[in-house]
T-cell receptor, first 113, second 114 residues
Framework: GDSVTQMEGPVTLSEEAFLTINCTYT??????LFWYVQYPGEGLQLLLK?????DKGSNKGFEATYRKETTSFHLEKGSVQVSDSAVYFC????????????FGKGTRLSVIA | GAVVSQHPSWVICKSGTSVKIECRSL??????MFWYRQFPKQSLMLMAT?????????EQGVEKDKFLINHASLTLSTLTVTSAHPEDSSFYIC??????????FGPGTRLLVL
């Protein structure tokens, strides 16, 4: 079945550091790919998404590129802030999003001033 | 826009009692809602897909008689944990399918069964 593997956390960075959270996937078809963020005590929020190969999703300084050849969707941000501290989930959906999401285990990011 | 609420946000109950969790799409209609369960420091696992006006579709290993799902309107789905036991303690999260086939998540309900 479909699966998502993302790097184990926690990740601790200093403010303004560069962030990369790796995510790879296994799917039978051509899934849509997502990054969700969960701030402490809150529900999941969609951060960005990409629906086909070579698409780049971006939002709030974060970006990720759908790489079909490496089945990857790594999340990057050039300069993190303390407010980016959260748990980040990589996910896929076999269709554009109207089917249930398959999530990775999540990566906890802590940014220190 | 695209706000999903859950009620209650947390609940403590005695073993053997039933607990109902509501999931509402506040500013949009959702024919499809999903129920997930999240264990501490783990990912979300899909429990069931709820479609308005029809029976829910449960994932393998999820007891449909224990986790009753009702999607009676386009803005409300409920999950009832019947005869709850301590092993049912978890964080339950719903999502509602909105515009552009995007899932919008509720804030979650933390259930503790004593």
């Amino acid at each position: 079945g479909d699966s998502v593997t993302q790097m184990e956390g926690p990740v601790t960075l200093s403010e303004e550091a560069f962030l990369t959270i790796n995510c790879t996937y296994t799917a039978t078809g051509y899934p849509s790919l997502f990054w969700y963020v969960q701030y402490p005590g809150e529900g999941l929020q969609l951060l960005l998404k990409a629906t086909k190969a070579d698409d780049k999703g971006s939002n709030k300084g974060f970006e990720a590129t759908y790489r079909k050849e490496t089945t990857s969707f790594h999340l990057e941000k050039g300069s993190v802030q303390v407010s980016d501290s959260a748990v980040y989930f990589c996910a896929l959906s076999e269709n554009s999003g109207n089917t249930p999401l398959v999530f990775g285990k999540g990566t906890r990011l802590s940014v220190i001033a | 826009g695209a706000v999903v609420s859950q009620h209650p946000s947390w609940v403590i109950c005695k073993s053997g009692t039933s607990v109902k969790i509501e999931c509402r799409s506040l500013d949009f209609q959702a024919t499809t809602m999903f129920w997930y369960r999240q264990f501490p420091k783990q990912s979300l696992m899909l429990m069931a897909t709820s479609n308005e006006g029809s029976k829910a579709t449960y994932e393998q290993g999820v007891e449909k008689d224990k986790f009753l799902i009702n999607h009676a309107s386009l803005t409300l789905s409920t999950l009832t944990v019947t005869s709850a036991h301590p092993e049912d303690s978890s964080f339950y999260i719903c999502s509602a399918l909105g515009l552009q086939e995007t899932q919008y998540f509720g804030p979650g309900t933390r259930l503790l069964v004593l």
